[in-house]
C-alpha cells in the first residue's frame, strides 16, 4: 500500500523551497515516534517543540497537522509524505483513536455539506425569491448600461485609429476596466485589464490587440442578443461577462463525468495580489480535457491538491458551457495512481483540430490543454528557439522560456508531451520518458 | 502588416468610408451584419478574424531532428541519491559536493537526466573536472546545444592522455586554451614531436601564450627542454622570464643548475659544526637573468632575500653531500645561524619545488617549534610555510601536529588550530577523528557560565564536519551536551556551529549511504 508517488511529487506540495528543505530533513524515521498507514490514510507523531500529531488522507492528500505552523502542508506532513514513499518506512496497521475521529469528522462534514444545500434550496421562501428576482433584474440593467457605454467607447477607439493607444498611460484602460466592475461586469473588465500589456510589446501588437477587441466586440454583441443563442452557449456569454457561478449552480447545471483522471501538468501565475494555479487533467477513457483553477491571495495555500503525474477514479463537474473545459472536483474516489503514459494526438495536425472544433464551438476560450504522442524537443541558436516536431515534420513553437529540462528528458527522441496552447506557443507542463512522469515548468 | 490592420491603425475616420475586408471567409459574415457603423463593423470583422486564426492555425515546419543522445555506458545513482545532490548543486552546502561527486565516481555512477542541466551550470574548473566524468552520454549530448557548457568538451579532453585524432588541426587553428591543452597531451605521449611543435611556432607567439607552453614542459622535462628554457631567460616578456627557472633547476645537468648551485656554494660555509652564510654584498647581471629578483619584500633584507631565492633553486640534498651532514644537523645548524629565516625559507621552498619527502617532514617539524627571533614577520613567514608544507607533510605527523594544538594549552600560540585542520588531508584518520572527538567533548565539559571563549576549537568543526571518516559518525552523532546557559554568547554560538556540525554530518552520511563504493 503506502502512497505510490515520487518524492518529486511530494515536494511539488511544498508551499515554499523551505518547506521542502525542512520536510526532507524530518523523512527519517529518527524524529518520528509513532507511524502508520491503511487504506484511507497515513499518519505519524514527529517530535518537534513538541510532539506533534500528522495525518493525511490519501484520498483528497488532505494533511492535518496539530503544530501551529501557518505553512500548509507543513514540514511535520510533507516529512510523512515523503517517509511514505517507501512504504517500508510506514507499517500497516489501525488508525489510532485520533486519526479515526479526524477522518470521522472530515465524513460527516462532507455529508453535512449536502444536506445544507438541501435544506436551503427547501427554505427559500416565494418571498426571497422574488427579491433575488428584482436583484438579478437590477444589476442585468446596470450590466447592459455597462456594455452599451463599452461598445462606444471601443467604437471611438477604431474611429480615432488604434495608433494612438501605444502613448496611454495604463490609465486609459484601467478608468475602463474599473468602469465595467462598477457595471458589474468583471468579465470585461479582466479582458481590459489584459489588453493594457499589448500595446508596444511586440511587433504584432496592432494586430493582437485589434484581434482582441474584436473578441471583445464579439461577446458584446452576442450578450446584447443572448436570448437568440443556444442555451449553452448563453451560459459562457453570461460567465464571461462577469456572472460568476456560485459552487452549487455548478453542481446544479454541470456536468457531472465520472473518469479516470489523468492529472497531466500544472501553471502557476503570480499575479498582483496571489496567484492562480492551472491545473489540467484528461479523462482516461471520455478523453475529455479539464482545466481545474485555484486561486490563493496573500500567499494563502490552495484549498484543493492537485498532484501533476498522478491519476484517480473521480468525479468532476463542468462549469455549464457550449464547450465546457473548467472543472473542479465533485468526489475523488480511489487513491492515486502515479501516471504511466498519457494518451494524446498522434499529431499536431489532430491535436489542432480538437482546438478548432472547440473554438468552433465557444470561440472566446483561450487556453486549451494539448497531448502529443512521440514529439521531439528542437533547440535550435543555442536555446533560445524551441520547438516540437511530430513524425510529419509539423512543428508547434514552444513559449519562450528555458526547456533544457524537456530537451535533456528526451535525448533527441520522440516524447509523449502535455502541454498548454494558446494559439501562438505552446506550454509545456509534463511529459513521458521511460515510462515515468516528469513535471515541467510550474514549479514556481 | 495588411491593410485590415492598417485600417484599424490610422483609424476610420481617416480611412474614409471604404469597407475594411480581411480577404478571408469573414468577409461573407460581414455582409450579412446589418447595416451599421463602420467602426462596428470593422470590430466585429476583427474579432471574427481573430478566431478564424486561431482555429485555423497551421503548425510551422522543422526538417532537422537533433542527433539522439548515444546509450548511456554507466548505470544513473539512485533517486533518493539524486535528492540528496539536489541542493549541493544549488550551492547548498556545497563543499560536500566534491566529495559526492567524488564517490560517484569511485562508483561507477552517473548523474541523473534531471540534475545534468544544474550540473553544466556549475562554475568552478574545480567543480567542473569532477562533475565532467559523471554527465554521461546524455550530458556530453546536451552540453552540445549550449555555448555555456562548451566547457565539457575541453574537461572531459584535459583528463584523457589520449591525443584526439584532430590534434594538428587544433594545435594550428585552436584557441590558445584548446592549443595548450593539447600540447600539453602530445607531451605526455610524443615529447618530441610536442617540441618540434613549440620550435616552430615560438616567435611568432604571444607573450602569454609562450609563457603557457613553456609551463607545459613540466611534463616529460627533459635535458631535451634546456635549449628552449635557457632562451626563455632572455625573453622580452616578464611573464616567460618567471616560468623558466624553477623548470631549468629541475634538470640537474643543465647549466643554469650548475650555475645556481656555484652561486649558492659561495654562500654557505660548513666550518666547526656551524653553517656560516655569506649572502652575496651585490647582485651581479648573470643571477638577475637567471630570475633572482632584485626587489626587497617587506621585512626582509635585501642580501637575505637574494640568499633565500638562489638557496630555493638548489635541490636540498646537495646540501646533505656537500657537507656530509643529515638534514636534521643541517636545519640545527641554520637555526642557530644570523641568516637563519633565509636559509631555512630558502631551503623549504626548494623542498616543495623538488618535493623531497624527508626534508619536507624535516623542515616542517622545525617550523612548529620555532618561536621566530622575534623580529617581525617572522611567525607571519612561519605559518605561512607550515601552511604550504602540510599537505605534503605524513598524515599521521600532520594529524598529531593538529591534536597536539587542540589539547596541548601551551600550543596556541603555535597555530591556528582550525586553519591546521582546514589543511589537513581529507579524510581524516580514524584514530585521529576518535582523539578530535575525545577531546571536543572534553572541551565541552569544561565550559561553563563564565567561559568566554572557545579556542581552540573555535571554527574547527567546520573543518571536522567535512573531513570526519565515516567510521567516526556513529560516535560524532552521539548528542553533544553543552551547560544551559543561554545567556554566555560564546556558549551559544559553540552551540550554532554544533548543530550546523551535526547537520552537514547526517548529509554525508546519507551520501554515504546512497552512493555505496
Known amino acids: 500500500m503506502g502512497i505510490q508517488l515520487t518524492s518529486d511529487q511530494v515536494l511539488a506540495l511544498a508551499p515554499d523551497s523551505g518547506s521542502a528543505a525542512n520536510g526532507k530533513?524530518?523523512?527519517?524515521?529518527?524524529?518520528?515516534?509513532?507511524?502508520?498507514?491503511?487504506?484511507?490514510?497515513?499518519?505519524?507523531?514527529?517530535?518537534?517543540?513538541?510532539?506533534?500529531?500528522?495525518?493525511?488522507?490519501?484520498?483528497?492528500?488532505?494533511?492535518?497537522?496539530?503544530?501551529?505552523?501557518?505553512?500548509?502542508?507543513?514540514?511535520?506532513?510533507?516529512?510523512?509524505?515523503?517517509?511514505?514513499?517507501?512504504?517500508?518506512?510506514?507499517?500497516?496497521?489501525?488508525?489510532?483513536?485520533?486519526?479515526?475521529?479526524?477522518?470521522?469528522?472530515?465524513?460527516?462534514?462532507?455529508?453535512?455539506?449536502?444536506?445544507?444545500?438541501?435544506?436551503?434550496?427547501?427554505?427559500?421562501?416565494?418571498?426571497?425569491?422574488?427579491?433575488?428576482?428584482?436583484?438579478?433584474?437590477?444589476?442585468?440593467?446596470?450590466?447592459?448600461?455597462?456594455?452599451?457605454?463599452?461598445?462606444?467607447?471601443?467604437?471611438?477607439?477604431?474611429?480615432?485609429?488604434?495608433?494612438?493607444?501605444?502613448?496611454?498611460?495604463?490609465?486609459?484602460?484601467?478608468?475602463?476596466?474599473?468602469?465595467?466592475?462598477?457595471?458589474?461586469?468583471?468579465?470585461?473588465?479582466a479582458r481590459l485589464r489584459q489588453m493594457a500589456g499589448i500595446p508596444g510589446a511586440s511587433r504584432k501588437w496592432p494586430e493582437k490587440l485589434l484581434g482582441e477587441l474584436g473578441r471583445l466586440a464579439l461577446l458584446t454583441h452576442s450578450f446584447a442578443r443572448i436570448e437568440a443563442l443556444d442555451v449553452a452557449l448563453q451560459e459562457d456569454v453570461r460567465q464571461l461577462v462577469g456572472w460568476a457561478l456560485k459552487e452549487e449552480e455548478v453542481g446544479e447545471r454541470g456536468a457531472r463525468v465520472l473518469d479516470d483522471w489523468l492529472v497531466l501538468g500544472q501553471h502557476i501565475v503570480d499575479e498582483d495580489r496571489g496567484r492562480t494555479q492551472r491545473t489540467w487533467l484528461l479523462g482516461a477513457e471520455t478523453r475529455r480535457p479539464a482545466l481545474l483553477l485555484q486561486f490563493s491571495f496573500m500567499g494563502q495555500p490552495f484549498k484543493e491538491q492537485l498532484l501533476p503525474g498522478t491519476a484517480q477514479r473521480a468525479e468532476l463537474v463542468f462549469w455549464p458551457g457550449a464547450a465546457p473545459l473548467r472543472a473542479r472536483f465533485d468526489a475523488r474516489h480511489g487513491e492515486l495512481r502515479p501516471l504511466t503514459a498519457m494518451p494524446g494526438a498522434d499529431t499536431i495536425h489532430a491535436a489542432l483540430a480538437a482546438t478548432t472544433a472547440t473554438l468552433a464551438r465557444q470561440p472566446w476560450h483561450d487556453r486549451f490543454l494539448c497531448v502529443l504522442r512521440a514529439v521531439t524537443p528542437v533547440c535550435a541558436e543555442g536555446g533560445t528557439s524551441w520547438h516540437v516536431v511530430d513524425r510529419e515534420g509539423a512543428a508547434l513553437p514552444l513559449v519562450e522560456d528555458d526547456h533544457w529540462r524537456l530537451l535533456t528528458l528526451s535525448g533527441g527522441t520522440a516524447v509523449d508531451l502535455a502541454g498548454e496552447w494558446n494559439s501562438e506557443t505552446l506550454r509545456p507542463l509534463g511529459m513521458i520518458a521511460e515510462g515515468a512522469y516528469h513535471a515541467l515548468g510550474g514549479a514556481a | 502588416m495588411d491593410t485590415f490592420v492598417a485600417t484599424a491603425l490610422v483609424g476610420t475616420?481617416?480611412?474614409?468610408?471604404?469597407?475594411?475586408?480581411?480577404?478571408?471567409?469573414?468577409?461573407?459574415?460581414?455582409?450579412?451584419?446589418?447595416?451599421?457603423?463602420?467602426?462596428?463593423?470593422?470590430?466585429?470583422?476583427?474579432?471574427?478574424?481573430?478566431?478564424?486564426?486561431?482555429?485555423?492555425?497551421?503548425?510551422?515546419?522543422?526538417?532537422?531532428?537533433?542527433?539522439?543522445?548515444?546509450?548511456?555506458?554507466?548505470?544513473?545513482?539512485?533517486?533518493?541519491?539524486?535528492?540528496?545532490?539536489?541542493?549541493?548543486?544549488?550551492?547548498?552546502?556545497?563543499?560536500?559536493?566534491?566529495?559526492?561527486?567524488?564517490?560517484?565516481?569511485?562508483?561507477?555512477?552517473?548523474?541523473?537526466?534531471d540534475l545534468l542541466p544544474a550540473a553544466l551550470g556549475l562554475r568552478t574548473n574545480a567543480l567542473r573536472a569532477l562533475v565532467a566524468p559523471l554527465l554521461g552520454e546524455r550530458g556530453r549530448w546536451l552540453a552540445g546545444f549550449n555555448l555555456a557548457w562548451s566547457w565539457v568538451g575541453q574537461t572531459l579532453g584535459d583528463m584523457t592522455d589520449d591525443v584526439p585524432a584532430d590534434a594538428e588541426t587544433i594545435w594550428n587553428e585552436g584557441s590558445a586554451g584548446q592549443r595548450v591543452a593539447v600540447l600539453r597531451r602530445l607531451r605526455s605521449v610524443d615529447v618530441a614531436k610536442a617540441r618540434e611543435w613549440v620550435a616552430a611556432v615560438w616567435k611568432s607567439e604571444k607573450a602569454e601564450t609562450r609563457a603557457e607552453m613553456l609551463m607545459a614542459c613540466e611534463i616529460g622535462l627533459g635535458a631535451e627542454?634546456?635549449?628552449?628554457?635557457?632562451?626563455?631567460?632572455?625573453?622580452?616578456?616578464?611573464?616567460?622570464?618567471?616560468?623558466?627557472?624553477?623548470?631549468?633547476?629541475?634538470?640537474?645537468?643543465?647549466?643554469?643548475?650548475?650555475?645556481?648551485?656555484?652561486?649558492?656554494?659561495?654562500?654557505?660555509?660548513?666550518?666547526?659544526?656551524?653553517?656560516?652564510?655569506?649572502?652575496?654584498?651585490?647582485?651581479?647581471?648573470?643571477?638577475?637573468?637567471?630570475?633572482?629578483?632584485?626587489?626587497?619584500?617587506?621585512?626582509?633584507?635585501?642580501?637575505?632575500?637574494?640568499?633565500?631565492?638562489?638557496?630555493?633553486?638548489?635541490?636540498?640534498?646537495?646540501?646533505?653531500?656537500?657537507?656530509?651532514?643529515?638534514?636534521?644537523?643541517?636545519?640545527?645548524?641554520?637555526?642557530?645561524?644570523?641568516?637563519?629565516?633565509?636559509?631555512?625559507?630558502?631551503?623549504?621552498?626548494?623542498?616543495?619545488?623538488?618535493?623531497?619527502?624527508?626534508?619536507?617532514?624535516?623542515?616542517?617539524?622545525?617550523?612548529?617549534?620555532?618561536?621566530?627571533?622575534?623580529?617581525?614577520?617572522?611567525?607571519?613567514?612561519?605559518?605561512?610555510l607550515l601552511q604550504a608544507l602540510l599537505p605534503l607533510v605524513p598524515h599521521e605527523l600532520a594529524e598529531h601536529f593538529a591534536l597536539h594544538l587542540l589539547t596541548d594549552p601551551s600550543a596556541q600560540s603555535e597555530a591556528e588550530a582550525y586553519e591546521v585542520l582546514d589543511a589537513l588531508p581529507r579524510p581524516w584518520s580514524a584514530a585521529f577523528g576518535a582523539a578530535y572527538?575525545?577531546?571536543?567533548?572534553?572541551?565541552?565539559?569544561?565550559?561553563?557560565?563564565?567561559?568566554?571563549?572557545?579556542?581552540?576549537?573555535?571554527?574547527?568543526?567546520?573543518?571536522?564536519?567535512?573531513?570526519?571518516?565515516?567510521?567516526?559518525?556513529?560516535?560524532?552523532?552521539?548528542?553533544?551536551?553543552?551547560?544551559?546557559?543561554?545567556?554566555?554568547?560564546?556558549i551559544a554560538n559553540f552551540g550554532r556551529q554544533l548543530e550546523t556540525f551535526a547537520d552537514t554530518l547526517r548529509i554525508r552520511q546519507r551520501l554515504f549511504e546512497e552512493i555505496p563504493v
Not at chain 1, 510523512?80 to 514513499?85: F, G, I, N, P, R
Not at chain 2, 571563549?453 to 567510521?471: C, F, I, K, M, S
Request: charged share 25%.
Open chain 1, 25 to 189: 530533513k524530518l523523512a527519517n524515521p529518527r524524529h518520528w515516534k509513532s507511524l502508520g498507514q491503511s487504506e484511507e490514510a497515513v499518519w505519524g507523531e514527529c517530535q518537534g517543540s513538541a510532539l506533534y500529531q500528522v495525518q493525511v488522507e490519501l484520498a483528497s492528500m488532505t494533511v492535518k497537522c496539530s503544530c501551529p505552523s501557518h505553512k500548509f502542508p507543513c514540514k511535520h506532513g510533507l516529512g510523512l509524505l515523503l517517509l511514505s514513499v517507501d512504504a517500508r518506512n510506514v507499517p500497516a496497521s489501525e488508525p489510532p483513536e485520533w486519526v479515526r475521529a479526524w477522518l470521522a469528522k472530515r465524513a460527516a462534514a462532507a455529508e453535512q455539506r449536502v444536506t445544507r444545500t438541501e435544506q436551503k434550496d427547501a427554505k427559500t421562501a416565494p418571498e426571497e425569491a422574488a427579491k433575488a428576482a428584482k436583484r438579478a433584474e437590477k444589476r442585468l440593467m446596470l450590466v447592459q448600461r455597462g456594455v452599451a457605454s463599452l461598445d462606444l467607447w471601443m467604437s471611438d477607439l477604431v474611429r480615432n485609429g488604434l495608433a494612438s493607444v501605444e502613448s496611454q498611460p495604463a490609465t486609459f484602460w484601467e478608468r475602463q476596466a474599473a468602469a465595467m466592475v462598477d457595471a458589474q461586469a468583471p468579465g470585461l473588465a
Open chain 2, 13 to 113: 475616420a481617416q480611412a474614409g468610408m471604404r469597407e475594411a475586408t480581411t480577404g478571408t471567409p469573414v468577409d461573407a459574415l460581414a455582409a450579412a451584419l446589418a447595416a451599421g457603423d463602420a467602426e462596428r463593423r470593422l470590430l466585429l470583422q476583427a474579432g471574427a478574424r481573430a478566431v478564424y486564426q486561431r482555429a485555423g492555425y497551421v503548425a510551422e515546419r522543422v526538417e532537422s531532428l537533433p542527433t539522439p543522445a548515444p546509450q548511456e555506458l554507466l548505470p544513473a545513482c539512485s533517486p533518493a541519491a539524486a535528492l540528496l545532490l539536489v541542493p549541493l548543486l544549488a550551492g547548498m552546502y556545497d563543499d560536500l559536493l566534491p566529495e559526492a561527486l567524488e564517490r560517484l565516481r569511485q562508483a561507477g555512477l552517473r548523474l541523473p537526466y
Open chain 2, 225 to 384: 627542454d634546456e635549449l628552449l628554457l635557457e632562451a626563455a631567460l632572455d625573453d622580452r616578456a616578464a611573464g616567460v622570464r618567471a616560468a623558466a627557472p624553477t623548470l631549468l633547476a629541475r634538470l640537474p645537468g643543465s647549466a643554469f643548475a650548475g650555475r645556481v648551485r656555484e652561486r649558492a656554494d659561495a654562500m654557505l660555509v660548513w666550518k666547526d659544526g656551524k653553517l656560516d652564510a655569506r649572502p652575496p654584498k651585490a647582485l651581479d647581471p648573470a643571477a638577475l637573468r637567471d630570475g633572482i629578483v632584485e626587489q626587497a619584500s617587506q621585512a626582509k633584507g635585501q642580501r637575505a632575500y637574494w640568499m633565500m631565492q638562489t638557496l630555493a633553486l638548489v635541490p636540498p640534498s646537495h646540501w646533505e653531500e656537500r657537507f656530509s651532514q643529515s638534514a636534521e644537523a643541517l636545519i640545527a645548524a641554520a637555526a642557530d645561524s644570523d641568516w637563519s629565516l633565509a636559509l631555512l625559507e630558502g631551503w623549504s621552498r626548494a623542498a616543495l619545488v623538488f618535493t623531497d619527502a624527508r626534508w619536507i617532514t624535516a623542515l616542517w617539524s622545525f617550523w612548529r617549534q620555532w618561536g621566530g627571533k622575534g623580529k617581525r614577520g617572522d611567525a607571519g613567514a612561519r605559518d605561512e
Open chain 2, 437 to 490: 572527538l575525545q577531546g571536543l567533548r572534553l572541551f565541552l565539559a569544561s565550559l561553563d557560565a563564565k567561559s568566554t571563549d572557545a579556542v581552540p576549537w573555535d571554527h574547527t568543526l567546520t573543518a571536522a564536519a567535512r573531513a570526519l571518516p565515516l567510521d567516526c559518525f556513529a560516535a560524532a552523532l552521539e548528542p553533544f551536551s553543552l551547560p544551559e546557559d543561554n545567556k554566555n554568547w560564546y
